[in-house]
């Protein structure tokens, strides 16, 4: 046994005491009824196993609610007060839930052996890679190009986020404990930080406040996703009774404990999960700090041309000088202009026919998933595609039935998404080829490297790329998302945290379900085959 390991195990059993001497119910000081705990060297850290077999529904752990760190605990913290406080005199504004409970978490660590969470924060990890924690030097391994761009924008705009909130928080402890020397009152960015990515990937749901609270014991629940039939709703009897509990984690207020259900049937010495949330990487690196590879969900977001772009054959024409330009041209003859590609202008009643079309939409699904296009991706594309014959003759609304419009419409459609799968193959396989050489000679040593995150993510957005082009040859018969389920069948140890975020009141998911509004729209029509549309066709 190496040091590392036996460090960690004494840390452990430190923890597992802590936990019986608050009323845990367990059974010696590494097993509990139903689990025990064991440590899982691919995932560098700690899960659980089955010590028993547990059946769907049953409670694997119940941790008593007196453990929580919350924003309940916070608001009794007299240091936090004093924290408030100063914010105030400063003129700033009030202090967030998640920034509430990262002033408790980094308040509480700097009190060390002191504080009541002692054997807990020292069980926590010390380094993350969620989005918010890629640097600069970091974020040079992801290209700033295309699908790419989304990683790299959304990273710095949570840097961004966090380091404004250190820097309005580390004014108010200057202030509160003005005059200290103690280390126990100095904070720095690197602490912040690690506060902030323990709250965001490691917080379960709770009633009382948005940001969840700190669950010891029970974020060491790794993750795994579950069908949406698997979640079943708590039901009331006829007589008022719960008949059947919900299979999320919750706190029971009868009992005090917050407890965590099997969503389906674990064996014996298997390692027993929970579901953190259901979504495409980009989600899950954000609040999580993991990406998953062969992730079913993952998702590439397409930009919407302009639909003069749809075709690529458009005529070219050779821009007229200025006015200026034609007089300097008769004293100084230029060479023949080259031809330029001019935008061509479309009438204002076709241009308003088809944003009609796609505002009937509600456009925010413009994905390509692992078995196509969305849906509403596919439908945008094909109006964007029409021709003004075909917008006059109101045939939008095939497209917002699902149904292609024409064969020309339908081979500008799929042009588009072909050119769209070279582009960004080609800007993502470099991305991820460099990643790979790069780690070929140097290896990380076991340490949490976010370059290793960064090429999981690309590997994925290459692995949906790779599906598009299956589609697009018709060699995979699935059906297009009509409406795609945030739902994933893959089991995750994850990788820097071991933890478990309860995120099913869906707080942070971007899927949005929209009901149209009904759209019907008037426009001059010169076919004798009008038809009216109604949004509800896009449903």
Known sequence: MDSHTHESDERLDRFVKWLARHG???EGAWYSSSVRVRVF???QGFGFVASRSIEHGQVILAVPEKLLMSTRTARACNEVQQVVAALARLGSSALSDLELLNVHLVLERLRGAASFWHEYIDMLPRFYSLLAAFDEHELGVVPEDGVAAAFVALARSNRAQVTASFERIRRAFELAFRGSSEPSRQLTFELYLWAHCTVLSRTCHVPFDTVGALVPFGDFLNHEAIEPSSIVSTASASDGSTERQSRMPRLNQATGMYEFYAHRTFHEGEQVF?????SDNLHLLEFYGFALENNPYERVPITLPEPYEMDPSARTETAPPSRGNRHRDRRHPQ??????????VEPSNTTAMRRAAEAAMHLSDIFVYSNGPSFQALCALRIRAMDESELRRKLQWRALQGEEISE?????VRAF?????DTQRAILQAAHDAIVKHDATNPTGGVIDKRAVARIWLAGQLAVLDKLSRWLNGEDD???NEEHSDEQHHQHDDDDDDGTHDDGDDDHDG??????????HDEDDDDEDDEEYDDDDSE
Do not use: I, M
């Open 408 to 412: 020309r419409n339908e081979a500008l």
């Open 24 to 26: 845990f119910d367990h």
């Open 335 to 344: 060479p023949d202009a080259k031809p330029t590609r001019v935008r061509p």
């Open 41 to 43: 060297p691919d995932c």
């Open 274 to 278: 929970v579901c953190y949330a259901s």
């Open 511 to 520: 899927d949005d379900d929209h009901d149209g509004d009904d759209g019907d």
């Open 478 to 480: 699935s059906q297009v």
């Open 417 to 421: 998404l072909s050119r769209f799968n």
